[in-house]
Each structure stands twice: as C-alpha cells, then as structure tokens.
C-alpha cells in the first residue's frame, strides 16, 4: 500500500490498521528513523501501525495472529 510517499508492507483501509514486517536491519539507527518517520506519517494519516519482526513471524505466528486479530476487532 502507497500513502504519500511511502510504501508498507500491508494494510486494511477498512480498519485503518497498517502492518509492517521488520528484518534485522530494522535495527540500524538510520533506518529506524526512516520507519519512525514512516510510522509517523502514517499515524498523521489516521493509521494504527502494527511492526511485527520477522523472526517473531517465522517462530511465533499464533502470536502475530492473535495481536492482528485483538486490533482488528477492536477497530
């Protein structure tokens, strides 16, 4: 999904709920501010923004699921 000029990774306009999926370098300084900005933009847009990292993903999707499913209702 595009909003302004940023891109994320997925998104349910309905709600107004974005996800991002964050990898390792997500926590390089530099590109923390960039998804601070992001997130923050986003935010200004009427978003709420869910960061999910990878690895919880790969090892914990029960948990990813059911933090999607808690803000999705809750919407």
């Given amino acids: ?3 302004g000029d940023y891109i ?3 998104s349910c306009n309905e709600k ?13 300084p530099e590109i923390k ?3 601070e900005n992001k997130q ?4 200004g847009q009427g978003y709420k923004v869910l ?3 990878n690895i919880d993903v790969d090892k914990n999707i029960e948990g990813v699921l059911e933090k ?7 919407y």
């Fill in 68 to 74: 999607l499913r808690k803000n999705l209702l809750d």
């Fill in 8 to 10: 994320y990774d997925f």
């Fill in 16 to 28: 107004k709920i974005i996800v991002e999926l964050d990898g390792g370098q997500h926590s390089e």
């Fill in 1 to 3: 999904m595009v909003i």
């Fill in 51 to 53: 960061r999910f990292q």
């Fill in 33 to 35: 501010t960039k998804d």
């Fill in 40 to 43: 923050q933009y986003a935010i």
